[in-house]
T-cell receptor, first 113, second 115 residues
Framework: QKEVEQNSGPLSVPEGAIASLNCTYSDRVSQSFFWYRQYSGKSPELIMSIYSNGDKEDGRFTAQLNKASQYVSLLIRDSQPSDSATYLCAVNGGETSGSRLTFGEGTQLTVNP | GAGVSQSPSNKVTEKGKDVELRCDPISGHTALYWYRQSLGQGLEFLIYFQGNSAPDKSGLPSDRFSAERTGGSVSTLTIQRTQQEDSAVYLC?????????????FGNGTRLTVT
């Protein structure tokens, strides 16, 4: 079982819709959860971090964490073509990962004008 | 500089040669990470340095790979006797503090091609 798994893409949504990106992790004691955005040919950049159960909102982005289900998601409201990128879920602080940040393989999102 | 700096940006080498990749983290950042990303794939952890602690080398794929960090700042990733499967983008990242709540800032990467 992979340590961090993301729903396979690509995901395509129309402009203005809500994009929902999902991630599960295997290490139950993981403590920190991040979403990174990576444009084609560029390096990842952090867009959201979440550490406790529940929702965290930042502008059009909402991260949701459910530690009991070992599940973290990212919602993008009012999706824009500029949101088209690969979104990487990252987890650390567990027994397996310890100090390192483990990334999923990413979900490619395309927002169609 | 303002961000993480990596050099070279591109490196083409012949199979069997050794290569050195350099990373200059953001000033004051105590943590430094190396990841590898193959085309269309996620980020594969290689090694992590935190301050003066022993590095976490658990992600290095073979003994041909090694890394050091001098003076708590610049890091060099060395790949000996390169193989074609080593071809990838090598990303360096740094963070201000501990790994649990400090975001990673990535450099632009070094694209390594082994012919």
């Amino acid at each position: 079982q992979k340590e961090v798994e993301q729903n396979s893409g690509p995901l395509s949504v129309p402009e203005g819709a809500i994009a929902s990106l999902n991630c599960t992790y295997s290490d139950r004691v993981s403590q920190s959860f991040f979403w990174y955005r990576q444009y084609s040919g560029k390096s990842p950049e952090l867009i959201m971090s979440i550490y406790s159960n529940g929702d965290k909102e930042d502008g059009r982005f909402t991260a949701q964490l459910n530690k009991a289900s070992q599940y973290v998601s990212l919602l993008i409201r009012d999706s824009q073509p500029s949101d088209s990128a690969t979104y990487l879920c990252a987890v650390n602080g567990g027994e397996t990962s310890g100090s390192r940040l483990t990334f999923g393989e990413g979900t490619q999102l395309t927002v169609n004008p | 500089g303002a961000g993480v700096s990596q050099s070279p940006s591109n490196k083409v080498t012949e199979k069997g040669k050794d290569v050195e990749l350099r990373c200059d983290p953001i000033s004051g950042h105590t943590a430094l990470y190396w990841y590898r990303q193959s085309l269309g794939q996620g980020l594969e952890f290689l090694i992590y340095f935190q301050g003066n602690s022993a590095p976490d080398k658990s992600g290095l794929p073979s003994d041909r790979f090694s890394a050091e960090r001098t003076g708590g700042s610049v890091s060099t990733l060395t790949i000996q006797r390169t193989q074609q499967e080593d071809s990838a983008v090598y990303l360096c990242a740094s963070s201000l503090g501990g790994p649990l709540n400090s975001p990673l800032h990535f450099g632009n990467g070094t694209r390594l091609t082994v012919t």
